[in-house]
């Protein structure tokens, strides 16, 4: 059964750093590019970055850019979301999801993608 799994959410304080992890098991996840999203409560969830497959390509949202790190270990069947200088607009649950697609190109469009994980949760306060 392929799924994703997301882990390393918490509580930190405004300018602290978080390490998300999403794993998959049941496929093999170096066939897909891997988005970040997050959807804070009373809001449509919007995409965070995105990874090829391939590690050609990779996208960041404006709010999040030069602040976050996409990066992928396909030995691992994992791909990483370093957080830093967090701030409490973060605050959001974040969820991993996988597309198949060719290798050098990945999108944000929630439409697209195959297999989503649960979601971790990430608060930003002091």
């Known amino acids: 059964q392929a799924q994703l799994v997301e882990s390393g959410g918490g509580l930190v304080q405004p300018g602290g750093s978080l390490t998300l992890s999403c794993v998959a098991s049941?496929?093999?996840?170096?066939?897909?590019?891997v988005g970040w999203f997050r959807q804070a409560p009373g809001k449509e969830r919007e995409g965070v970055s995105c990874i090829s497959s391939r590690r050609a390509s990779t996208y960041y949202a404006d709010s999040v850019k030069g602040r976050f790190t996409i990066s992928r270990d396909n030995a691992k069947n994992t791909v990483y979301l370093q957080m830093n200088n967090l701030n409490p607009e973060d605050t959001a649950d974040y969820y991993c999801a996988a597309d198949y697609t060719e290798p050098t190109t990945c999108t944000v469009l929630t439409a697209i993608y195959d297999y989503w994980g649960q979601g971790t949760q990430v608060t930003v306060s002091s």
């Open positions: 049941g496929f093999t996840l170096d066939s897909y590019a």
